[in-house]
């Protein structure tokens, strides 16, 4: 859930170079910024979604 939050946080800042940093890879990270959209969670203006729905990324 760690990592999957600080991606989260990363591309909420604007970070576009996540893939080089080693947490996630291309295709992953590709589904994540997907369901982020989907959720909402890609918005800096709502609180990061708690673990329980995180959870159902995993």
Do not use: C, N, Y
Not at 8 to 21: A, C, E, N, W
Not at 41 to 54: I, K, M, T
């Amino acid at each position: 859930m760690f990592t999957i939050r600080q991606i989260l946080v990363r591309m909420r800042q604007g970070d576009v170079v996540i893939t080089r940093s080693g947490l996630m890879g291309r295709k992953k990270l590709g589904a994540l910024r997907q369901q982020a959209a989907t959720h909402g969670w890609s918005d800096p203006q709502q609180p990061l979604p708690d673990d329980g729905e995180l959870a159902v990324l995993q």
